[in-house]
Structure formats: structure tokens, C-alpha cells
């Protein structure tokens, strides 16, 4: 099982970026998946996510009006749509995936993990 996360960048704050996550091993549908971040000394944080078995979508209230959660099933993949960003929003981003419909926000409960990618919001 792999996921790959991408689309991380240098952006102004005011700026917008979409981030990917692409499964191999395993099919999205049938877990719930999760996008996180965690900046330089600080814990990781759940931001957005959703299962596609409920189609119910989460958001942290960090991310609540400003960013989008989204999947392709046919592609595998989901999205984390982010605009109007600001430079706390700085962080390595994760996509995470746990299989079922559990809606969680802890990290503890995630069987899978992407590799994170880094976005850096300049003020």
C-alpha cells in the first residue's frame, strides 16, 4: 500500500494550492481518508476529511470556509483544495487513510500514511 501526496509549494498568503493524494493497494472508496499537517514543533493536526462510504465531509475549524475536500474514485485520489491561505497555514501536509466509514481525527487511528508534502505560505 502506498500514498503518494503532491502539489505542496511556496505561495503568498492570499494564495491558493490543491494538493493530491493517490492511492496504489488499496481503494479509497472503501476507507475513510484523512489530510493533516504538522508544522516545525508542533503535534499533527487533522485538517479535512471524509469517508466515501458516508460521504460525509470533516473539516477542522482552521480549514472550515477556505478549504476543499474532494475525491475522483476513478482516479484513486483525493484533494485538498486550499485558498486564501495564510503562513500558518505552513506545514507538512499528510494524507492518511483508515479503512471503514470510522470518522476519526486522531492520528493514532490511521493504518496509512503519505510521505507529506510541504507548503510554505509567505506573509
Known amino acids: 500500500v502506498q500514498l503518494q501526496a503532491y502539489g505542496g509549494g511556496l505561495v503568498q498568503a492570499g494564495g491558493s494550492l490543491r494538493l493530491s493524494c493517490a492511492a496504489s493497494?488499496?481503494?479509497?472508496?472503501?476507507?475513510?481518508v484523512g489530510w493533516f499537517r504538522q508544522a516545525p514543533g508542533k503535534e499533527r493536526e487533522f485538517v479535512a476529511g471524509?469517508?466515501?462510504?458516508?460521504?460525509?465531509?470533516y473539516y477542522a475549524d482552521s480549514a472550515k470556509g477556505r478549504f476543499t475536500f474532494s475525491s475522483d474514485n476513478a482516479k484513486n485520489t483525493v484533494y485538498l483544495q486550499m485558498n486564501s491561505l495564510k503562513p500558518e497555514d505552513t506545514a507538512l501536509y499528510y494524507c492518511?487513510?483508515?479503512?471503514?466509514?470510522?470518522?476519526?481525527?486522531?492520528?493514532?487511528?490511521?493504518?496509512?500514511w503519505g510521505q507529506g508534502t510541504q507548503v510554505t505560505v509567505s506573509s
Open positions: 493497494g488499496l481503494t479509497f472508496s472503501n476507507y475513510f
Open positions: 492518511a487513510a483508515r479503512e471503514g466509514a470510522y470518522t476519526t481525527y486522531s492520528v493514532l487511528d490511521y493504518d496509512y
Open positions: 471524509a469517508s466515501r462510504i458516508g460521504a460525509t465531509t
